[in-house]
């Protein structure tokens, strides 16, 4: 499989993967119907996150003892599996996508795994479906992995709905490293971002060189 990072070389990127917690049956099954769906041109290659750093969010989320989390960017499913598998029992996720083929494939994995029952998906325009919840409604992990260009914007809807403490995860900080010098308005948009976080007091902020850039943002 591809390295998902533009920081590592074909034979690193297995590297990493074999000195890291193995992907299961149902990961490697997703992971090949996606890139299948990738082969037939239906969804671009690079959009599912790397198989480490899924095994990274579940020990976060886990280790964070979250019990309820957001994801903004669904897609076939991947990372909510991993988030969702590091849940308790009791806990729940919702997914935020717009698009109902891909997530369709998300849902058969989720039932597969047997986490359905931690997962709620909601299709639709993210950031007016964030904007919606009610105010009390609260997380302990949020991770953002949909269009660049609205990063900012959900960062700030979630600020006041993260627990204290809680953790956003931001996906593609380095976007293959255009950050360095942006050309369009996802570049743009991220590079900004990035500034902004680095010397917001209300988070604590560190960008990954994880896969194609991973940002941990904890709520002051
Ligand atoms: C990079 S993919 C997410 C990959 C996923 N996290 C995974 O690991 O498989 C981005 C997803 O964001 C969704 N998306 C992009 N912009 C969106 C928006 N404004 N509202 C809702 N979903 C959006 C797309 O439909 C797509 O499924």
Redesign the pocket.
């Known amino acids: 499989m591809t390295p998902r990072s533009f920081l590592l070389t074909p034979e690193l990127a297995d590297y990493v993967r074999a000195s890291s917690d193995p992907v299961d049956e149902v990961m490697a099954d997703l992971i090949r119907e ?1 890139a299948e769906m990738a082969d037939r041109g239906e969804v ?1 290659g ?4 790397a198989p480490e750093q ?1 095994v990274l969010m579940r020990l976060l989320t886990t280790a964070l003892g979250a019990r309820r989390a957001i ?10 599996l991993c988030i969702a598998r590091g849940l308790p029992e009791d806990g729940s996720l919702l997914c ?4 109902e083929q ?2 369709a494939v ?1 849902r058969r994995y989720w039932e597969r795994a047997g986490v359905a029952g931690r997962i709620e998906l909601r299709i ?4 007016p ?1 964030l904007r919606s919840l009610p105010a009390e409604e609260t997380f302990d992990l949020a ?1 953002v ?3 660049k260009t ?1 990063y900012a914007a959900y960062v700030a809807e979630l600020h006041p709905r993260m627990t204290p403490n809680g953790v956003v995860l931001l ?2 900080t380095l976007w293959s490293g255009s950050v360095l010098d942006p050309g369009d308005d996802s570049d743009l948009a991220l590079a900004e971002l990035n500034a902004a976080l680095a010397t917001d007091p209300r988070w604590e902020t560190v960008l990954l060189p994880l896969a194609d850039g991973l940002t941990l943002l904890r709520k002051r």
């Open positions: 996606t671009s690079t959009m599912q996150i899924g994801e903004i960017g669904t897609f076939t499913g991947f990372s909510a935020l996508d717009r698009n891909w997530t998300a639709g325009d993210a950031l479906t991770f992995d949909a269009d609205g996906d593609n």
